[in-house]
């Protein structure tokens, strides 16, 4: 336990302050709606993939929020985050959460709805 005014050495992954993610293109222009029948699927089969329940649901509360709630979210949580953007991120057992770009923002190419 360090003082409060101690800072946190370089290699502690627990710090990592998050961001949104770069911009990025789908393969094909695809709609708002389509859009977020792919982040239904993702969250509906994310818990299969291994991992605790209650750490996808932080994640996905946390994809839902601005930077600052986000990162309270994961930190309250116990996440560690590996890349900053949330792309890749870890439990404290060491389990594994891998997310895909289209859960953690809009790609460059969405088409609008008419």
Not at 78 to 96: F, H, N, P
Request: glycine share 8%; proline share 7%.
């Amino acid at each position: 336990m360090g003082c409060a005014g101690s800072t946190p050495a370089k290699g502690d992954g627990n710090v990592k302050k998050i961001r949104k993610p770069k911009p990025w293109k789908h393969p094909q222009p695809i709609t708002k709606s389509q859009l977020e029948q792919m982040r239904e699927e993702f969250w509906d089969t994310a818990p299969h993939y291994g991992g605790s329940k209650e750490i996808w649901d932080a994640l996905k509360a946390a994809t839902k929020q601005d930077l600052t709630f986000a990162q309270a979210i994961v930190d309250s949580a116990g996440v560690i985050v590996q890349s900053a953007d949330l792309t890749i991120c870890y439990d404290e057992r060491g389990a594994k959460y891998e997310l895909p770009k289209y859960v953690l923002s809009e790609p460059t190419n969405l088409i609008q709805e008419s």
